[in-house]
């Protein structure tokens, strides 16, 4: 039986057992469509790292002896169109049986259910392989409760799949060691110089530009340096456990500007387009552990496993059990444009300044600079949570919808009223200059809350907990910040509300 199967960008898994064996009455297809281009302006480095990705894969099995068909976005038989280029194909190869990978996106899971429910020969969809948890998992497993935990779904996953255990026990008898890890960078601390990969895809840029596909953010096309298959994603992983691991977690929440990566792993594009396997990543992590007991402590063991297998899998189960309602969340009701300066990083607030040059530079960021300053900044201004959504799905190279929006509209602006998170992630400067040097030499004040050159980020915090009372007053974890509000003098407050006005009808200009 003739068998077509589509592969798409991010399902770059060449260890799928799809792969397993060389079948000639199987064709493959990948393709690059307009459309993929299109669905949100995306940043330069994100459009050329998939298709190079997918060009290098495609290239790869087909050296393997599997039949593969890549039509490139420019190739005149491409019908810019996943239907429409799967029908020419099952027409055109007499193809009698077609198959899929499940996508990770609602919208290619709608469009390829519709597909199959509207083509005359038999359809099946297969397993990514990818994850450890199922779609339906994390759905599941908090069915009944009033509310989505981390934690909780975190030690299933440790239980499941005896992930740093004694028995039924966490080993050393913690489960987590989060409340170690939230230091800022000391001076004496350098971090790594980070692996960077030294790809030209020129050839894609150009077609990128020929074509007047609208992107932002800034490449060098003849240094690409992220990782493009399986093996490179592995270097990145080795590179990560010998330089970063040991500081990963004691400093993951700091930030400084002069190093954009600090001890992260970089490794999000990779894992997302499934060049690697976080089985994978999570079984070399403990080996290396293992092997250097005096060198790292299970306290960035556990940190950065928590993102793997819990994080990770949990954002992708509630994506899952929630859409396609999720993306119409706008619990606070916020309304305001993003301000233009989030596509120039031209802005006197040098944190904001920082985060959104490095994001236009490198199209990264690290989890505190989208959470507490691009994030934050954004939901204390009160911007629609569509606007920041379609930036933050835009400008990361990691981007894909089911891990974005889930971050976005979940855990950084709370729109989806405690879903993903308890609490709003929102702060003042405080925590700004806690964790960063970005307040030395800022234009603006971190101390004031009103008045001349006074931080914006003081205002429009307190300013944001008094308009939603009536939505957060409740929560015992942001109780701290009404106690705080109920005992600040009247005349206070009116300066505070006066200045967040001014900055929210200024908001272009800051
Ligand atoms: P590290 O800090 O080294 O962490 C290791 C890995 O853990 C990451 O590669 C990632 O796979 C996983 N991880 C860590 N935190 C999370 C999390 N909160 N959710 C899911 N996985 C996590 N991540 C994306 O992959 N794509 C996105 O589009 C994305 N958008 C985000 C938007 C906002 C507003 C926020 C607050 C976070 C977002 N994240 C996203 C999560 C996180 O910021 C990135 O995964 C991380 O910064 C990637 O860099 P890294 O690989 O160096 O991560
Ligand atoms: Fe950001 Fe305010 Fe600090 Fe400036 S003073 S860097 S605007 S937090």
Known sequence: MR????????????RHSWFARVDPEITYLMMEVLPETRYVTHHIQKIAGFFAAMRRFAEAMSEAGHDFVYLRLNDPENLQSFPANLTRLIDARRIERFEYLLPDEYRLDQLLKQFAAESDIPVAAADSEHFLSSREEVGAFFRGRKTFVMEAFYRHMRRKWD???DGERPLSGRWNYDAENRKALPQRLTPPAPLNFDHDVSEIVDLIRSLEIDTIGRIDAAHFPWPLDHHEAQQLLDHFLANGLANFGTYQDAMDTGSPYLYHSRLSFAMNLKL?????????????WQAHPEAVDIAQVEGFIRQIIGWREFMRGIYWDTM????????F????????FYWTGDTRMNCLRHAITQSLDLAYAHHIQRLMITGNFANLLGVHPDAVDAWYLGIYIDAIQWVEITNTRGMSQYADGGIAATKPYVSSANYIHKMSNYCRGCHYDRQKRYGEGACPFNSLYWDFFDRHRALLGNNPRVGMAYRNLDRMDPEELDNIRQQARYYQENQDTL
């Not at 009701?333 to 233009?340: I, M, S």
């Open 3 to 14: 068998k077509l199967r589509l592969i798409l960008g991010d399902q770059l898994n060449d």
């Open 324 to 331: 396609p309602e999720y993306e119409q969340l706008n619990y």
């Open 276 to 288: 690697l396997h976080p089985r994978e990543i999570v079984q070399k992590t403990l080996d290396y």
């Open 333 to 340: 009701d916020h309304r305001r444009p993003l301000p233009a």
């Open 163 to 165: 992930i740093l255990m």
